[in-house]
């Protein structure tokens, strides 16, 4: 066995890709893995096991791997202990209780007696009784969304990212039971690595920062630089630089990513032109 970092990544699926992405925009260099089981990362310590989502929990916990990335959602139905690190911002979705259209579920008590099909029972189970509620849990490995109009369950407990799927088979969503993404966990176990692990996290957390910021650069006249500034959410003071034309001052800075519509309007009626956002590739504060 070498000394290197054990990192599980579900081997393909709707996690896969965006796991590699993140994993090389933290610089590492990973060759083609198609029908490997184990690839090692050309320029980091560390082996990617490559394993269905369900399966990585458990190999976590048992220290198989030191650190895997998995749905939160397998996590709780799995029970395991493991210790969720960071949240890493994808395969965002959530589990739901969903319907039929022709029916009606306007209370959360109406659920009592009904039968539910899902591929949750543990989270769904939990739910039931969080929220004192009695119906017959029908476990199923997969395509729950047909249950209903084939007659074995009155709702289905599954999860929608989009809606698309429940729309296409006539149900619609009605109380949420639980939100996930995909998160970063690690076994006890990946102590005797720690140095490795801190460099892997201290990368994802700059890349996962950088993500959510944007680098907004702009003209401004001169006398509206006050206003300017308290239209910006910057995360430092602002960058003020003095252009050829004196009436004018370019104005630069690092922005929440999700804030640049809200206040684009503003920058605009404070006399802002050339406005310009861009990406960044990496974020170390
Ligand atoms: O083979 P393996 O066991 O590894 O994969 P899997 O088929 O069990 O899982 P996979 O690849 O489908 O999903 C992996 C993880 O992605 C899940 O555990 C969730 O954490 C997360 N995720 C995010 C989703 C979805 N979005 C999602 N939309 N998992 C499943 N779905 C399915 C859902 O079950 C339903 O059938 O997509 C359908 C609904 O999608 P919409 O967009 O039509 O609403
Ligand atoms: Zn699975």
Redesign the pocket.
């Known amino acids: 066995m070498n000394g290197n970092l054990k990192l599980a990544v579900?081997?393909?699926?709707?996690?896969t890709e965006k796991s590699l992405e993140l994993l090389r925009h933290c610089g590492m260099e990973i060759e083609n893995y198609s029908e490997r089981l184990v690839v090692t990362v050309r320029n980091f310590p560390m082996d990617i096991l490559f394993l269905?989502?369900?399966d990585i929990p458990e190999y976590v916990q048992d220290g198989v791997a030191d650190i895997g990335i998995v749905?939160e959602?397998?996590i709780y139905e799995k029970q395991s202990k493991t210790d969720t690190m960071e949240k890493l911002g994808f395969?965002k979705?959530s589990l739901q209780l969903a319907y039929p259209e022709n029916k009606e579920l306007k209370t959360l008590g109406d659920v009592n007696g009904k039968i539910i099909a899902t591929t949750y029972p543990k989270i769904l189970k939990d739910f039931l009784n969080k929220n004192n509620l009695d119906a017959k849990i029908i476990e199923l490995s997969g395509s729950v969304?047909i249950a209903p109009s084939l007659g074995i369950a009155d709702l289905i407990c599954?999860?929608?990212?989009?809606?698309?799927?429940?729309m296409m088979n006539k149900l619609k969503k009605s109380f949420k039971v639980f939100d996930?993404e995909?998160v970063m966990i690690s076994s006890s176990n990946a102590n005797s690595k720690n140095e490795i692990l801190n460099d892997l996290l201290g990368r994802i957390r700059s890349v996962l920062k950088a993500r959510s910021s944007k680098y907004l650069m702009m003209n401004i006249p001169k006398n509206s630089l006050d206003e300017i500034i308290r239209i910006i959410p910057s995360l430092k003071s602002p960058t003020v630089l003095h252009l050829a034309d004196e009436h004018l001052l370019a104005v630069h800075a690092v922005i929440p990513s999700d804030t640049f519509w809200q206040i684009f309007g503003e920058l605009k009626s404070a006399g802002a032109s050339g406005i310009l956002l861009l990406p960044i590739e990496n974020m170390i504060l």
């Not at 579900?10 to 996690?15: A, F, I, P």
């Not at 599954?158 to 429940?166: E, F, Y």
């Open positions: 579900q081997k393909k699926g709707r996690l269905r989502d369900d749905g959602n397998v395969g979705c969304e599954d999860i929608v990212s989009t809606g698309n799927t429940l996930s995909a």
